[in-house]
């Protein structure tokens, strides 16, 4: 376990938090328990009053003590931090000093507490240059209430408005930067529906930015009802209770392999998300147990572990349905031995072997053989010179922040799911180079801007690509004179446009040295007409973000939908927009 060292002494934390009155001693809070080699079982805990007819089925969630939290539970992801501008925490029926507390007796079993960004009923907006000031809001949040680390939840306009994809990683990184210096390691997991996670879907942004350091994803493969995935020549839907265990395994190979579509997430950072029960979610939950004890057992003789089981949420598992039958953490219950290991797992990861690199003056790129296991390689540990600088889930880590004309020797260890590791590797001594000169140079001008695909809330602009001394690093494009994106590409696609309305565009090159082009030519566009929004019919298949109109209300669909009348469910598929 990591201790969390207080940012500030304990008398001036105790002024600048609650008026005074509050003061936080060394407590168990301080500890961050380890989970890289354990499986987890997430549950998301309500902070708000739960309310009677909350649930899909007119049940209501109970009001679940935090530091009695179902054993099962190993890692309870609090929910939300949310709010305009910085978004922030509070709980919302104790004090700082009474939550910490609760935080420090489950910490003090090994059990995780992370701090939730987002959820379904918040919006989130960032914008760039607000990296630090997040960072710093969360890393006070850790020092207050003993958080070990932060859950991404955004979900519908949230996950793509303002500059939420760049931002999050960025002020992500330097929390995580943050209590490395302090031998601490701050947890990072998401929690996207399962449609966002296709290759071109919207939170890949998240997850490749933070590809090193995320610690498991859960995706939540619920509410996307007809949604699903096609194995061979057949598709199988989310909703299907028949094909459930085809469903939980197709998907689980699919993100493991990168392979149908979907971005790849290892299995072991991988956790299956599902409902608590009918009343948690429209749709998803699993009615036969034993269908997801296959799935895990399946991956496991793939030797390819899953990393655990995720569920929305505590507050359901314990509470009770629309007649006032209680749930009795039946979801605890029914998955309490899914990760009791039958037979210990002692065979350590093979040796990592042929280390190579590549030196600049201030970064190493390492590369090495992948090790094998007989349940499948977690990850490797790097060192230089004998000190651990990293570690990584594939087989290769760049090493940076180095002095120039420096020798160094690394070695690398591989680890698996149970802790066992490797034999060190051979060793590698590389010397970096000296600095380069100064670049001065600026890129050329990007040359013959235009536009194509232009529709009425968006506009493809592609140009020449410039050229520089030592190499263009990418683009800034300037929408009416404001700075409204990069890309590395001679291509860019602006979004969140108004129809029939006219933008002018520029573009800059830039280089490493941060050296900028003279602006492009401005082009100037009209983006079309909207179209008209077609009435809700009652007949056809609605998925995620499609919008009509019903009754003289425009409304956005929040997953796969069909007969469901707009504004006539509270907790239905339809969001009233206008």
């Known amino acids: 376990m990591n201790k969390k060292t207080l940012l500030f002494s304990v008398g001036l934390l105790g002024c600048l938090i609650g008026g005074g009155s509050d003061v936080f001693a060394a407590d168990a809070a301080d500890v961050m328990p380890d989970i890289s080699n354990r499986q987890v079982s997430v549950g998301y805990y309500h902070n708000w009053m739960p309310e009677q007819g909350a649930g899909y089925q007119g049940g209501r969630p109970a009001d679940t003590d935090l530091a009695k939290v179902n054993p099962f539970y190993n890692v309870i992801a609090v929910s939300f931090m949310k709010g305009d501008g910085i978004p922030t925490f509070k709980p919302y029926n104790m004090s700082d000093t009474e939550f910490r507390q609760k935080v420090a007796t489950l910490n003090a079993e090994n059990r995780v507490v992370l701090i939730s960004l987002g959820g379904a009923d918040s919006h989130i907006e960032l914008h760039k240059g607000e990296e630090q000031a997040f960072a710093d809001e969360i890393i006070r949040l850790v020092e207050v209430y003993g958080f070990d680390g932060l859950d991404i939840d955004l979900e519908q306009t949230a996950v793509d408005a303002g500059d939420n994809k760049t931002v999050i ?114 749709n998803g939950f699993v009615k036969e147990p034993s269908k997801v004890y296959d799935v895990f057992e399946q991956m496991e003789k793939d030797q390819t572990p899953l990393k655990g089981l995720m569920t929305w949420s505590i507050n359901w598992d314990e509470g009770r349905n629309s007649a006032g039958v209680m749930y009795n953490e039946s979801f605890a219950n029914a998955y309490k031995d899914l990760f009791q290991e039958k037979t210990p797992d002692t065979e350590k990861p093979s040796q990592p072997t042929n280390l190579a690199g590549t030196a600049t003056h201030s970064t190493v790129a390492l590369s090495w053989t992948r090790s094998t296991d007989d349940r499948g ?38 680890f698996d799911a149970a802790g066992n590791v490797s034999e060190v590797s051979k060793a590698l001594v590389i010397e970096t180079l000296e600095v380069p000169p100064a670049d001065v140079l600026a890129p050329s001008t990007p040359l013959d801007v235009t536009a194509s695909t232009i529709t009425d809330k968006s506009v493809l602009l592609t140009w020449t690509a410039s050229s520089d001394n030592v190499g263009v690093a990418g683009y800034v494009i300037y929408r009416d004179g404001k700075e409204v994106g990069e890309t590395v590409t001679n291509a860019f696609t602006d979004t969140g446009l108004t129809a029939s309305t006219e933008y002018s565009y520029t573009v800059k090159a830039f280089d490493a040295a941060g050296n900028v082009s003279e602006a492009s030519e401005a082009l100037v566009i009209t983006t079309a007409e909207a179209p008209a929004i077609a009435a809700w019919d009652a007949k056809k298949v609605y998925v995620l973000g499609d919008v009509v109109t019903h009754n003289g209300n425009t409304y956005r669909a929040k997953w796969w939908t069909q007969g469901n009348e707009p504004g006539t469910e509270q907790w239905g598929p339809w969001e009233l927009i206008g």
């Open 377 to 414: 390689v977690a990850g490797y540990y790097i060192y230089r010179d004998g000190k651990q600088v990293g570690r990584s889930t594939t087989n290769a880590f760049t090493d940076t922040e180095l002095e120039a004309t420096t020798e160094y020797s690394y070695t690398v260890k591989a």
């Open 169 to 282: 990683p960025a002020a992500l990184k330097i929390v995580r930067a943050h209590f490395e210096k302090e031998q601490k390691h701050f947890i990072i997991s998401m929690a996207p529906e399962f449609p966002y996670l296709r290759t071109q879907g919207k939170y890949v942004p998240y997850i490749t930015a933070l590809e090193e350091e995320y610690d498991f994803i859960a995706p939540q493969l619920y509410n996307q009802a007809g949604d699903g995935i096609s194995v061979g020549t057949e598709w199988i839907a989310q909703n299907n209770d028949s094909k459930k265990f085809e469903f939980l395994y197709g998907i689980s190979k699919a993100f493991n392999e990168g392979s149908g579509g979907f971005i790849q997430i290892p299995a072991n950072r991988l956790a299956l998300g599902i409902p608590a029960n009918v009343d948690a979610a429209a």
